[in-house]
């Protein structure tokens, strides 16, 4: 495997870029008019966007040997796939079962703020990465769509139910508050999602998430039960703990697997965005234990 870069090596792992590239991810995807796509618009656009590019290409080089030897075939794709919920980077990682069992309060709420403030909104990042894919991968995406969404129900949609716990715990999720490993775990995110160049790594980061998220969901729902907080107020990451089994089962089977049997190609590609995502995820509890002082 490529040896990583240490983070003062690299211009990108660091607060100021990160910072610099969440606040342009903020902009540039909110709903505007057209006068505000002024020619200063366009050349700062044109300006990250690069950026962007040598960002998410630094995190390419970290795995690219390690992708490199994962099987094209699709059985064989998926079986190596579905082992990341055992041995990828940064699963099982001790942070977790500490936040169930032992972390105070103010432990929990600096753990959820740069959770939630690393959130790049799976929903949205699942619309982006579907354009023009194939019929039966993009109606599995469609299926989680809808469930991110809560299936029409607007009490049930998953983005505004973590909204309602920031809101609960009066979290901070300001951008210049959040340490750059969860801002670059959401940019990285962001790039795969809206490059069409990155969609095979986009799906493969997606259905990284949907495999590993259901143990650390658990996790934090335990840490909140402890704490107090009711069935309604822990709703996010009891539903994440359960509903993401068969999300990452689906996402295998309808999406994953008939991609790479079409085109062993993007085997590749998933593998990569499967590992950065995964590797985004380990620094981020590497900082998090850091700053617990758990090291």
């Known amino acids: 495997m490529a040896t990583r870069l240490e983070h003062h090596e690299s211009q990108f792992l660091q607060d100021a870029f990160q910072q610099q590239l969440s606040r342009w991810n903020r902009t540039r995807l909110a709903p505007a008019f057209p006068e505000h796509m002024t020619r200063e618009r366009f050349n700062d656009d044109q300006r990250m966007l ?21 099987p094209t075939d699709a059985d064989g794709f998926v079986k190596w796939f579905e082992r990341l919920k055992a041995t990828g980077p940064g699963q099982h990682d001790r942070l977790f079962p500490w936040l169930a069992e032992t972390a105070q309060m103010d432990h929990i709420r600096w753990f959820l703020s740069q959770e939630a403030a ?140 008939p991609l790479v049997a079409e085109d062993p190609r993007r085997a590749t590609a998933m593998a990569e965005g499967a590992l950065i995502r995964l590797h985004c995820g380990a620094r981020c509890f590497e900082r998090y234990r850091a700053h617990f002082g758990l090291e």
């Open 50 to 70: 690069r950026l962007e590019y040598g960002f998410i290409e630094e995190l390419r080089a970290d795995v690219r040997d390690e992708a490199a030897n994962v």
């Open 118 to 257: 690393g959130e790049a909104g799976f929903d949205d990042l699942v619309a982006m990465t579907q354009v023009k894919l194939p019929a039966r991968a993009k109606l599995e995406l469609a299926r989680n769509y809808w469930d991110e969404m809560g299936r029409g129900n607007a009490k049930a949609m998953h983005g505004p139910m973590l909204g309602q716990l920031v809101d609960l715990l009066d979290l901070d999720t300001r951008i210049e508050n959040t340490v750059w490993e969860s801002l670059a775990l959401a940019n990285a995110m962001t790039a795969m999602a809206t490059s069409r160049g990155y969609t095979w790594h986009s799906i493969g980061a997606l259905g990284a998430i949907e495999l590993t998220a259901p143990d650390r969901s658990a996790h934090t729902a335990k840490a909140l039960r402890r704490i107090g907080l009711s069935g309604s107020e822990r709703r996010y990451f009891d539903l994440h703990a359960v509903l993401d089994v068969k999300h990452s089962r689906d996402w295998n089977e309808e999406a994953i697997r």
